[in-house]
């Protein structure tokens, strides 16, 4: 349960365990704050941006129209070509200038950022935390052809994706109304399509979204984190959405009630105070996290034991716990989830990962018999297949395979799993017994033998 000082309200008090574990995904919009090395004031980037456009036209801004009507106005009197090349001068100037907001939220091991501003911020700040691996992609709605290729997301690995183009590719750029409905039509029909781990990531149940400053009161965001799989999700928990005083204040009561219907909770508040105690709290979650745990003190310098972990979608908040569990124990894992449920893309990352782990877990629940009795298709059923095979190639004995149920579980068909132990997480041992069995295991293979008085690992 969530403090009562803390900023995320108690309804979505799951979020921060979320953005511990990696599966947050965070949503930057246009109504945060301008860095001040360029802007003195608190004001949103979408301000920004008009008023900088009604300057070039020597036009009044005290009418403070909105950022689209600031946009279309200049289109139609410098036009679209000119319109493009301000705004990316305007907003390139921004990339080396990210703020403590960005920098704060770099920390957080956030696997992916959707951008709602075609800067580069986010990027340069998880670059000056040291998160090198930061890859970058963008919707460009005048293509055909998905950006570049884009790997699967890690805490280590972000991607920051730019929703509406970026600056740096002007014609990508979603500006004004016009743009906005042939962009519209474009993401609909997937023509062209998200990259495959971008949208296997939103469309993941286990998945929840932070907002900051994103604006909802735009009418077209509905059919949007619709097409997205943002909304829409079933068994999902509640996202947070954090807007500034005057957007909360102009939500209609019903739109608000809405998307908090569609699982995302509107909240007005700071989200430069919420991104500072996120960070301070996830600093506070690590340093602990590092400390060993009673009874798993570690023979210095070894390493924990890994662990791949495969399952039905549907049993996600159960495999989050057992993560968690095994971590506790001192062992380290990598979760198996949607990610790797949206083809041919997948099968080389899957495969790898097989053989760089020392152990793999098959979590079998009524979820999954009742998928296998409707002869549905699963990813894992793949993936035990690949496991099974090094399981094959390993010295006999030799533990790889685990297969772990949940609640009264039928027989599996596969022959090989008869011959692994099959341990039951809901008995009187659960998660220790497996704990014990894999760093049991794990010290067998690491055990040291003296050569001339040095210590080596066999």
Known sequence: MESRSSLVPARCAGLVNKIHAGECVLVLGPRIAMPTAICDGQIAIDEYLSSKLLEDLGDDNRDAPSLREALTRYEQRVGPSALRGFIQQLVGAMDGCPTELHRNLARLPFRLVLLATPDRMMFNAFTEVGKTGVREAHYDYSSVAVDVPVSLPSSDKPVVYSLFGRHDHPESMVLTDRNLLDYLVRVTKASPPLPDPVRATLRAPSTLFLFMGFGFTNWWLRLLLKVLDVTGVENRSLSLAFEDSSSFATAARENKGFFEAAGIYIQAGDWSALATELAARYRDYVSQDARPKPGMERESGSARPLVFLSYA??????????????????????????????????????????KRVDYFVFIQTENMDRRDA??????????????????????????????????PCQSRPEPELAQVHRFGLDSDHGVDGL???????????????????????I
């Open 313 to 354: 979608s549907e049993d996600a908040d159960t495999v989050n716990a057992l993560r968690r569990g095994l971590e506790e124990r001192g062992i380290s894992v990598w979760q198996d989830s949607q990610n790797l449920r949206v083809g041919q893309n997948w099968e080389a990352k899957i495969a790898e990962f097989i």
């Open 374 to 407: 409707r002869n549905e298709d699963g990813v894992y059923n793949r993936v035990l297949m690949l496991a099974l095979k090094r399981q094959a190639d390993r010295p006999y004995g030799a533990v790889f395979v685990l297969h772990v149920t949940v609640g």
């Open 435 to 457: 704990a014990t069995q894999i760093l049991d295991a794990f010290a067998l293979t690491r055990m040291t033998v003296t050569t001339n008085g040095a210590s080596q690992v």
